[in-house]
Nanobody
Framework: QVQLVESGGGLVQAGGSLRLTCAAS????????MGWFRQAPGKEREFVAS?????????TYADSVKGRFTISRDNAKKTVDLQMNSLKPEDTAVYYC????????????????WGQGTQVTVSS
């Protein structure tokens, strides 16, 4: 079992930055691939970024955030971060952290555990 708690959301102006953190509980965190997803009002949940449980493999990103967002993990601290730079109003959403055993994935259906989400609002 893995429990996930996101933090770091808030209100920021366009062009600004935020860093989201997902804190995990459970002894086997290092064996889980992690992902970030987001859901805007009236829209389906969409993939943002994912990272493998294998150290040294770079993250994968949605085209809409590539070059602006960076996912990273610290297995010793049991955290996964999402650094978000050059934020745009269209990045406004609730951001969710997710975990799965197996390879990283961009499909929300393949994740077994989810956090409660943290709100990110980008004003124009």
């Amino acid at each position: 079992q893995v429990q996930l708690v996101e933090s770091g959301g808030g209100l920021v102006q366009a062009g600004g930055s935020l860093r989201l953190t997902c804190a995990a509980s459970g002894r086997t965190f290092s064996s889980y691939a992690m992902g970030w997803f987001r859901q805007a009002p009236g829209k389906e949940r969409e993939f943002v970024a994912s990272i493998s449980w294998v150290i040294g493999i770079s993250g994968t990103y949605a085209d809409s955030v590539k070059g602006r967002f960076t996912i990273s993990r610290d297995n010793a601290k049991k955290t996964v971060d999402l650094q978000m730079n050059s934020l745009k109003p269209e990045d406004t959403a609730v951001y969710y952290c997710a975990a799965r055993q197996g390879p990283r994935s961009s499909s929300a259906y393949e994740y077994d555990y989810w956090g409660q989400g943290t709100q990110v609002t980008v004003s124009s």
